[in-house]
């Protein structure tokens, strides 16, 4: 195609947006990861706090210790369930 017809406005190519995972008020959903470190095989993510948090404590009584991460980040631990 000639680079006039381009200049022109003819045969745009689309211009592509990344996929970002929206919630129903069209933010960009948090995801939080429970991370246990002594079985990793264990650790889990959501994107709902409250439930990360239940995990985190549910996870702890079970391997004795579980943290809950937001991107990368520790924001709190349980030990041993507490």
Do not use: F
Not at 14 to 25: A, E, I, M, V
Not at 37 to 63: F, G, M, N, V
């Amino acid at each position: 195609m000639p680079t006039e017809a381009l200049a022109q406005g003819g045969n745009k190519t689309p211009r592509l947006t990344p996929y970002t995972d929206l919630s129903s008020n069209d933010r960009p959903m948090t995801r939080y990861t429970v991370y246990v470190p002594s079985d990793t095989y264990a650790s889990e993510s959501t994107h709902d706090l409250d439930r990360a948090w239940d995990l985190c404590l549910s996870l702890s009584e079970e391997y004795g210790y579980a943290q809950v991460r937001q991107d990368g980040m520790i924001i709190g631990d349980y030990t041993d369930g507490r």
